[in-house]
């Protein structure tokens, strides 16, 4: 089955960095679009990057552009945010997802907390 586990999140203060991992199992990891979205308390789920799965391009929200960097490697099946400068209004869980054959899959988030 299709599985993604994220890791990496923690307390950081600000202007901090961090590096998360999404490490994917169950499916051709290769062959798919990934993305890491977050949610904030009190707010909606938010999409923060996207990585393809041919040409690796990438797209950002504006708020990250500069900041934070997707990245994948297909050899390890895992998909990476590496998130620089960060501010306090970057505190959420981040999740990655995929989309396979018309259903969303969800890994079970990891707390980003940055604060002084």
């Known amino acids: 089955q299709v599985q993604l586990v994220e890791s990496g999140g923690g307390l950081v203060q600000p202007g901090g960095s961090l590096r998360l991992s999404c490490a994917a199992s169950?499916?051709?990891?290769?062959?798919?679009?990934m993305h890491w979205y977050r949610q904030a308390p009190g707010k909606e789920r938010e999409l923060v990057a996207t990585?393809?799965?041919?040409?690796?391009?990438?797209n950002y929200v504006e708020s990250v552009k500069g900041r934070f960097t997707i990245s994948r490697d297909n050899d390890k099946n895992t998909v990476y945010l590496q998130m620089l400068a960060l501010k306090p209004e970057d505190t959420a869980v981040y999740y990655c997802?995929?989309?396979?054959?018309?259903?969303?899959?969800w890994g079970q988030g990891t707390q980003v907390t940055v604060s002084s």
């Open positions: 997802k995929t989309l396979i054959r018309g259903v969303d899959y």
């Open positions: 169950g499916f051709i990891f290769r062959s798919y679009t």
């Open positions: 990585i393809t799965s041919t040409s690796g391009s990438s």
